[in-house]
């Protein structure tokens, strides 16, 4: 697996007009289609893959392929860079040059924007209404009360999340997007984008904040309008579809007729309505029929974000879900879904609240959670009647494990449940969780252990499969799946378990998610497109990532590019950053 240059024993053909900036010889390739695996040499010019000779059709006759450089690649496969179809790197693309975190999956193009929730577009108030809200995915809370914002960004470990690196200076999904474009320029890489390509979402929530507010009511049809416009807006800048977090504030608020309004403006511009629907625990089915039914009457295409059926009601209830897409996909209906393949969830413990408990937005939040009467109807409704922040199902403490606080002086409370905290404090895990949420200003995250092994594995062999890795990468103890998603499809439910064939598993994680995406030049290892590329070694691939490390890179990917460019070489972060923002096409 060793880069040379101008092989040995061969002349050098630099004047050949068909010679290649890089050159892949005798790899493994698995080109996304789901077709049987073939070995090939592989040719890169200009960014773009030039030529494919597949060792079935060479001969003393066919001259291989040369390049200024070679990679030795028996041993290896070679496939289309891994789209992350559900992330949550909105901040860490413009704060991380670096980001390992998804460079060294093969990660290549990460979809943002989820769950209803990001930086555009917004208003003044609305920026910073959702910084506050979000600060927990992903750092960025405004400095509370005036007060000096912490230094620079969420380190190491994790904990921290301040933003004084990032100036928030776009508005509009076209500004965010720039944003991405020029991340580092004038900043001494090599290139002046991000780490890798993005592409966006545009989050219901946050155009339900600008147009209405964080108030539980109907909008007005002034207020609709509104938000139609910011939509429609925000397609023509580049977005590739809608988000919703339909159990987070304020987008919950919306009701269907509203949805399908917005979803109809969506489908005219030919993207897709990402949903985080009403409920992954009670009424799950339900939350995912209503998703189906509300987009089959827009008109617009559906892609089911982190499509689990999670809690104790939903044990070995995949086949029910799957039959329900079943029949709508059976019927003509267009629907994509992602998982990643873990079982214990990820979010924010303020998630877990009532959704009147969060009517107003953070600040009212907040007060609510300091006065005694509103704190004991809160706790009432999670304990003994299931909130729908916790998705209709009584909330057990033993289950919520603390991943990560925005402010270091809290974080002794990370790895543990709220329920282990809240015995060594000696208090009910309700008063633990009220103290934490009003002294870390609503930003801790938790890792939700709810899921089911069947239930994971069922979902990802279906027809409409993609992967996404939901990883929220703050916090000191991130959920392992941030840094880990990709090999761990690759080494434990490939190698390991045989749930899918490589090649299989690679269709799920490229073209596929390309296909969705609508990009004609990305997603498989042909002729003319775009040199995304992973190379890695099907034998020894795995997540490094583990609960209890979760920031350990993966083992057996040492080469990573965009563009053509190497982002991983031998196993190691490059200076290059070869990414952009990815915009649907006009």
Not at 26 to 33: E, K, L, R
Not at 41 to 60: E, F, H, Y
Not at 345 to 363: F, Q, R
Not at 422 to 427: D, F, K, R, V, Y
């Amino acid at each position: 697996m060793e880069a040379i240059r101008n092989e040995p024993g061969r002349p050098d053909h630099r004047d050949r007009p068909d010679h290649a900036d890089l050159v892949f010889r005798d790899v493994q390739v698995v080109d996304g289609t789901g077709g049987a695996a073939y070995r090939a040499d592989v040719a890169v010019t200009d960014g773009r893959i030039s030529g494919i000779l597949r060792a079935s059709d060479a001969g003393p006759r066919t001259p291989r392929p040369t390049g200024t450089r070679v990679v030795d690649a028996d041993g290896l496969a070679l496939a289309p860079g891994f789209i992350d179809m559900h992330a949550h790197s909105d901040l860490a693309l413009l704060r991380d040059p670096d980001h390992s975190a998804k460079a060294a999956q093969g990660v290549t193009l990460e979809v943002i924007g989820q769950d209803g929730l990001s930086y555009a577009p917004v208003d003044d108030a609305t920026l910073a209404q959702v910084r506050q809200a979000i600060a927990g995915w992903n750092g960025g809370a405004p400095a509370p009360d005036g007060a000096p914002a912490p230094d620079g960004a969420s380190g190491p470990d994790g904990s921290g999340g301040g933003s004084t690196d990032i100036d928030f200076d776009w508005r509009t999904v076209g500004e965010y997007l720039d944003r991405l474009d020029h991340a580092f320029a004038g900043r001494g890489f090599d290139g002046e984008g991000t780490a890798v390509n993005a592409a966006y979402l545009i989050p219901q929530g946050t155009v339900r904040a600008h147009a209405v507010g964080w108030d539980d009511r109907p909008a007005t049809e002034a207020e609709r309008g509104a938000m139609r416009r910011l939509v429609a807006e925000s397609m023509e800048q580049g977005a590739v579809g809608m988000s919703s977090g339909l159990t987070y504030t304020p987008g919950m608020y919306a009701d269907d007729a509203e949805l399908t309004e917005l979803c109809r403006v969506v489908a005219r511009y030919g993207g897709y309505y990402c949903p985080h629907h009403r409920s992954y625990g009670a009424g799950a089915l339900a939350a995912y029929e209503e998703m189906v039914t509300l987009t089959r009457r827009a008109g617009c295409a559906l892609h089911l974000a982190h499509a689990t059926m999670n809690f104790g009601v939903n044990k070995g209830k995949a086949p029910e879900l799957l039959a329900l897409l079943d029949r709508a996909l059976d019927e003509g209906a267009d629907i994509t879904l992602d998982t990643y393949p873990y079982t214990p969830g990820c979010t924010t413990l303020v998630a877990m609240l009532p959704s009147w408990a969060s009517e107003g937005g953070p600040g009212a939040i907040l007060e609510r959670l300091r006065d005694d009467t509103a704190a004991e109807r809160i706790r009432y409704v999670l304990e003994e009647v299931g909130a729908d922040g916790c998705h209709g199902v009584p909330i057990e403490w033993d289950t919520i494990e603390i991943s990560g606080t925005t402010d270091p002086a809290l974080a002794h409370h990370v790895g543990r449940t709220v329920a282990e905290s809240a015995a060594l404090a000696g208090e009910a895990p309700w008063e633990t969780a009220r103290a934490l949420l009003v002294a870390d200003r609503l930003g801790p995250t938790i890792l939700q252990h709810v899921g089911h092994e069947e239930n994971v594995r069922a979902i990802m062999r279906h027809r409409v499969h993609t992967g996404g890795s939901d990883g929220i990468l703050q916090g000191a103890k991130p959920h392992p799946r941030a840094y880990g998603t990709f090999p761990h499809y690759l080494g434990r439910y490939v190698r390991e378990l045989g749930v899918l064939s490589l090649e299989e598993c690679v269709a799920h994680l490229t073209a596929r998610p390309a296909a969705r995406l609508g990009l004609r030049d990305r997603g498989l290892v042909a002729q003319g497109y775009r040199a995304d590329l992973v190379l890695f070694d099907p034998g020894t691939v795995a997540a490094g990532s583990t609960f209890a490390e979760p920031r350990r890179l993966p083992r057996g990917i040492p080469y990573v590019l965009i563009d053509g460019r190497f982002v991983i070489e031998d196993g190691r972060r490059t200076e290059v950053l070869a990414g952009r923002s990815v915009r649907r096409a006009g």
